[in-house]
């Protein structure tokens, strides 16, 4: 699946280009028919691929493009709400892990070099006690070992799960609280395969597709200071408020 859809967006399987076929893909791939049937349903909710029954897959989409709306400073980044259900439902959040690793080469994207001591840390957002969002964080240790200027024990992005939550004052940016120079961020969002991650905490099957936001957060210097990957599915919205 990841293979065919990088394909699609390089360009190199064109808009209306007919792919293997189910046999043909579970052969190369070395996996039954029903797993690559599975590829091709979750390329075909995502919009990528056609199949018609009895005429095969064929590419329905175009190589990847980038829509970016362009550069916002808001008067107060403190007033945004990170999320919130509809209605009157109830939300809940809750730490599941954290740990110390080091960084594997995909998070070179994210201007984290590869071997650097990060630290992971990921929340499940509920709605009534279903999980909706899947949010990992990543931050340099270096970084994530820093506290608040008077706060004593451990630094409270080191926290382990089940520790009480630690928060900045109201209308403090975390990233102000605990001295983080944060020049701008990058917000990337797309719609793809969820991680196996988020799919096992969400409870949907995996490679289920959904929303991904990618917020990538620099100092000064260019240098990444933490970055955030948010997951939910895809019958959920993202919304924005654009004040001044």
């Not at 992971?120 to 240790?141: A, M, N």
Request: charged share 20%.
């Amino acid at each position: 699946m990841a293979e065919i859809r990088a394909g699609i967006a390089s360009g190199q399987y064109r808009y209306g280009t007919r792919l293997p076929s189910v046999r043909d893909l579970a052969e190369r791939h070395g996996v039954s028919q029903q797993t690559a049937a599975a590829a091709y349903a979750v390329l075909a909710a995502l919009g990528l691929v056609r199949t018609v029954a009895g005429s095969g897959t064929t590419v329905a989409a175009g190589p990847s493009a980038d829509a970016h709306l362009g550069a916002f400073s808001p008067p107060d980044l403190t007033k945004g709400t990170a999320w919130k259900p509809t209605g009157d439902a109830s939300a809940s959040e809750e730490t599941t892990l954290v740990r110390q690793l080091e960084a594997p080469a995909e998070m070179t994207e994210w201007g984290i070099p590869e071997g650097t001591a990060v630290v992971e840390r990921t929340r499940i957002r509920s709605v009534d006690g279903v999980p909706v969002q899947h949010k990992l964080t990543v931050i340099p240790y270096d970084i994530a070992s820093r506290s608040p200027e008077g706060h004593t024990g451990v630094p409270p992005m080191l926290a382990p799960v089940g520790a009480p939550p630690m928060r900045p004052p109201h209308g403090v940016r975390v990233a102000d609280w605990l001295g983080w120079d944060v020049e701008h961020t990058e917000c990337l969002i797309t719609a793809e395969p969820m991680s196996p991650a988020a799919c096992e905490a969400l409870q949907m099957p995996e490679g289920s597709p959904g929303f991904r936001i990618i917020n990538i957060s620099k100092s000064g210097d260019g240098n990444t200071v933490y970055v955030t990957m948010t997951t939910t599915p895809l019958h959920h919205r993202v919304t924005m408020e654009i004040h001044g």
